[in-house]
């Protein structure tokens, strides 16, 4: 990897994103380059603790880590983020403040049946009881990418081969 960019993994709650995006950014690191791994849940218990679940609080969010992977960009470091950013609006704020060289969507996708299958959180369960509000992908939607620059679809295969699909997909690029 030589320049700095950022690689934006979107999908439902528990396609994936984050242990590929752990797996790929300690691969990338172990090689010397200069990267770092934003992942939604930890975001949320830092930087945007103060947001919550409403359309607008979403949008504000992935506007935070943008400018902050605008940031690191400029510091010449690269970023691996795993958001579920569901909207297409939210990830094209997100692409224009990172700029359209930087920004590379990879899907990570998974059948909504498989997510809730694994639900690592047990969150689609309280969704599915109405114990949680706005959930993407049970009462709030997920809109798919269009243009993604690839996709990766976790259901069918595991997750040693989706961090090398990616792995090698960024060091080709």
């Known amino acids: 990897m030589q320049k700095a960019t950022v690689y934006w993994l979107t999908g439902l709650p528990g396609s994936g994103k984050t242990s590929i995006a752990t797996g790929v950014s300690n691969k990338l690191r172990n090689e010397q380059n200069w990267v770092v791994h934003l992942d939604g849940d930890f ?3 830092g ?3 103060d947001l919550g679940y409403s359309e607008e609080d979403r949008k504000e969010n992935i506007r935070r880590v943008a400018e902050l992977c605008k940031i690191l960009n400029q510091q010449k470091i690269s970023v691996i983020c795993s958001f579920i ?3 297409l609006a939210i990830r094209n704020m997100a692409q224009n403040i990172i700029g359209p ?3 590379h969507e990879i899907f990570i996708n998974a059948p909504l049946e498989v997510c809730i299958q694994r639900d690592p959180k047990g969150l689609y369960k309280k969704a599915l009881k ?3 509000t706005n959930f993407t ?7 798919a990418p269009i243009k993604p620059l690839t996709t990766i679809q976790t259901d ?3 997750l040693e081969e989706s961090v090398e699909r990616i792995y090698n997909f960024i060091i080709k690029h």
Request: hydrophobic share 30%.
């Open 43 to 45: 975001i949320r218990k």
């Open 47 to 49: 930087i945007n603790k």
């Open 85 to 87: 950013s569901p909207t």
């Open 101 to 103: 060289k930087n920004f």
């Open 130 to 132: 109405n114990e949680i």
């Open 137 to 143: 992908g049970i009462s709030a939607p997920f809109e």
């Open 156 to 158: 069918k295969e595991s």
